[in-house]
Every structure is written in structure tokens, then in C-alpha cells.
């Protein structure tokens, strides 16, 4: 930052004067540089601390996959819903061509984090897997996810 100096150029004296008053200036203005500088490298720290910390809120979430493995096939399903929630989830398989199908249905709970996965044995071949999930708000509104899956694919 500059800094404005006044002297009479014929005068020794007054220019090492002048020169010693401006040193002092800018070792000032440096040092309040200096303290602006890190304080704003800690309110950042802070704010990324902060947010880290805070609690952002996801919207509910519903993934179904089949897949083969080594004891047949599965489904395998994954949501993340409000926390500690009590749930009732439907798995329907529908028949070939419309035909006659098969459904479960399980009462589960979300964990802390909120997430819940489970993994359900299929039963017969069908054109598509269809899993719902429903739960209950404090307030009484149930609210459900649906998600179809098609074998093969997800």
C-alpha cells in the first residue's frame, strides 16, 4: 500500500526522518494486513468446520437392483428415508405376459442415518419387480416411493 511522504529534498535530516516515519507507517499497515489475512483464514476454517457439521437434509430416496448370485437371484433394495422410520415394504413380482405373480410384503425400520437396504430372494422368473415403501410422518401423512425393475437390468 503506498504510503504519502512530504520532504524538503535539501535537508539530510529530514528526508532519513521522513524515511524512518514511513518505515514505521508500513510495518503497521503490514501487520494489520497480516492480522486481516488470518483472521479471514480462520473464519473460513470455521465455515467449513460449521459445514461440515450441519445436518443437510436429503430428500427421501428409493434403488432396487436384481442381480444374480451364487444362491439365485435377488433383489436388492436401498432408500434413505427420514430417520428411525417404521416402514412396510411390498416386493410384487408380475407374471410372464400379464400372468399370475408373487409379493411379499416386510415391516422394517430405517436406521439412525436414516438409510435402509435389504436383500429379497426372488421366486419364479417375472417381467418386472416392483417394490414399494411406505411410511407414516409424525402428523399421520403416509407417504410411499415406488420403484419397477426389469430382470437384467436396473
Given at each position: ?5 512530504q ?39 470455521v ?9 443437510g ?53 430405517t ?44
Amino acid at each position: 500500500m503506498p504510503v504519502g511522504v512530504q520532504f524538503d529534498p535539501r535537508v539530510p535530516g529530514e528526508i532519513r526522518d521522513e524515511y524512518v516515519r514511513t518505515l514505521r507507517r508500513k510495518r503497521v499497515l503490514l501487520g494489520v494486513a497480516l492480522a486481516m489475512s488470518l483472521l479471514g483464514a480462520g473464519l473460513v476454517a470455521v465455515t467449513l468446520f460449521a459445514g461440515g457439521m450441519a445436518e443437510g437434509k436429503r430428500s427421501p430416496d428409493l434403488r432396487a437392483y436384481e442381480r444374480d448370485v451364487r444362491g439365485g437371484r435377488v433383489l436388492a433394495v436401498m432408500a434413505h428415508l427420514p430417520i428411525a422410520t417404521k416402514l412396510e415394504v411390498s416386493v410384487r413380482g408380475a407374471g410372464e405376459k400379464g400372468g399370475a405373480g408373487w409379493s411379499k410384503t416386510f415391516q422394517a425400520r430405517t436406521r439412525g442415518s436414516g438409510d435402509f437396504d435389504m436383500i429379497v430372494p426372488l421366486e419364479g422368473t417375472a417381467d418386472t419387480y416392483t417394490v414399494a415403501i411406505e411410511w407414516e410422518d409424525g402428523e399421520g401423512l403416509v407417504t410411499s416411493l415406488r420403484r419397477t425393475v426389469s430382470p437384467g437390468g436396473a
